[in-house]
C-alpha cells in the first residue's frame, strides 16, 4: 500500500496558513514567530519534511551559510559565532566555521569557496579593513554581512559595536580615577576596529587637554591582538623613561599579555591601572579583578544572522548598518594610582 506523501499544500490547510508562509518558514524567511510556530506544528504532526535537496537546486545555492571570523581562539568570537549558529538552527540553515587568523590571503580562499559552493549566504569578520575583498561575492549577488569590522567601501550590510564610544568611555573612567600617563595598546594597523578603539581613546583625551592628560603617541602601540603582542607592547611601554600609570587595552587577549607583562617587571593593578576592550568570565575571578568594556558579542552574532536571512529573504532593500552599544563594568584594576 501506497504511503500519500504530505505535501506543502497540506501542511498549510493545517495550520491555516497560504503555501507561500510555509514556504517562507522553511526556507529562512520573515515570518511572525507564531505563525513560524504554527507551520512548525502542523508539519511535525503531519510527519512532512523538506526536500532540502531538491530545494537547493531550485535556488541554485545551498543551506549553509559561511562565517568567516579572524581568530578562533578569541572567546568573543566563540560568543559570536555561538550568536550567529543559533539565529540559523532556527531556520534549518547550517553554519561552516572559518578561521582566517586574521590573514588577508587564507580569508580569500574562504571567500572563494562560499562563492564556489554556492553558499546561501556570508557573514564575515574582516581580517584587513583595506584588503578584505568582498566584491566577487557582491557581484554574484551572494548575500553578505559584515560584522564587527565592515571592510572599506564594501557596500554590504553590517552589525558593529560603537568602538569609538566604548574607547572613549573607558579612558574618561581612567582618567577620572586619577591615572596621568595613559597608555592605548590597540590591534593592527588598518582594521576598522582598531582605529576606532584608538580613535574614542584619543577623544577622551583631547578634551582633557590642558592639564596632564594631554594626548601623546608616545604611549601609543600598535599589536595583533592577540596574547603575545599583548605582551610585547605593554614590555616596550614599561621600558620608557616615564612608563604610563594605566594602559587601556583594545582587546581581551592582549590584556592577558599586558598582566603577564606587568608581573614581570614586578607592577600590579591598580597600580598600573589596566582596562580591557572586551570582557571575558574570569575578569571578576582574578585578583585584582580587571575592569573592562563588555561587548555584545553574542548579540552580534544572532543580529548578523538574521540581517543575513532578511537579505537571503529579499525583504531588505538599501544597505543597513547596525551599531550596538557597549557597556563599562568597573571593577578593581582601576580603582586609581597609589597615593604617596
Known amino acids: 500500500m501506497r504511503t500519500q506523501l504530505v ?54 545555492r545551498s543551506s549553509v551559510i559561511a562565517l568567516i571570523i579572524p581568530d578562533i581562539e578569541n572567546p568573543f568570537f566563540t560568543s559570536l559565532a555561538r550568536g550567529v549558529e543559533d539565529a ?49 561575492l557582491t557581484d554574484r549577488r551572494v548575500p553578505v554581512v559584515a560584522v564587527d569590522r565592515r571592510p572599506r567601501d564594501a557596500e554590504v550590510d553590517a552589525v558593529r559595536v560603537d568602538n569609538h564610544h566604548g574607547g572613549e568611555v573607558a579612558t574618561r573612567h581612567l582618567l577620572a580615577a586619577g591615572y596621568h600617563r595613559i597608555a592605548c595598546i590597540t590591534g ?27 594626548a601623546d603617541d608616545t604611549y601609543v602601540r600598535h599589536a595583533d591582538f592577540r596574547v603575545d603582542g599583548g605582551r610585547a607592547a605593554m614590555r ?4 620608557l623613561p616615564e612608563p604610563p600609570d594605566a594602559v587601556f587595552v583594545a582587546n581581551n587577549l592582549m590584556t592577558i599579555g599586558v598582566l603577564d607583562a606587568l608581573r614581570e617587571a614586578g607592577r600590579t593593578p591598580p597600580e598600573v591601572g589596566v582596562l580591557s576592550f572586551g570582557d571575558v568570565p574570569w575578569a571578576s575571578l582574578v585578583r585584582p579583578s580587571l575592569t573592562a568594556v563588555e561587548l555584545p558579542s553574542y548579540e552580534l552574532g544572532r543580529t548578523a544572522a ?5 537579505r537571503m529573504d529579499g525583504s531588505v532593500s538599501p544597505v543597513q548598518t547596525v551599531v550596538l552599544r557597549t557597556k563599562l563594568q568597573v571593577r578593581e584594576s582601576t580603582a586609581g594610582p597609589a597615593r604617596t
Open 236 to 239: 616596550e611601554l614599561l621600558a
Open 88 to 136: 540559523a538552527q532556527r531556520t534549518s540553515l547550517s553554519v561552516v566555521l572559518c578561521n582566517s587568523d586574521e590573514d588577508t590571503d587564507k580569508e580569500r580562499r574562504y571567500l572563494e569557496v562560499a562563492l564556489g559552493e554556492q553558499m546561501a549566504g556570508v557573514i564575515v569578520a574582516a581580517a584587513s579593513q583595506g584588503e578584505t575583498d568582498l566584491g566577487p
Open 306 to 310: 538574521d540581517l543575513l536571512l532578511q
Open 188 to 214: 593592527p594597523e588598518g582594521a576598522s576596529t582598531s582605529e576606532e578603539r584608538l580613535a574614542g581613546h584619543r577623544t577622551a583625551l583631547r578634551a582633557a587637554q590642558g592639564g596632564p592628560a594631554a
Open 7 to 60: 505535501t506543502i499544500h497540506d501542511v498549510a490547510r493545517a495550520a491555516g496558513v497560504s503555501p507561500a508562509t510555509v514556504s517562507r518558514v522553511f526556507n529562512g524567511g520573515k515570518v511572525t514567530p507564531a505563525r513560524a510556530l504554527s507551520v512548525q506544528e502542523a508539519a511535525a504532526a503531519l510527519g512532512f519534511a523538506p526536500n532540502r535537496v531538491a530545494r537547493s537546486l531550485r535556488k541554485q
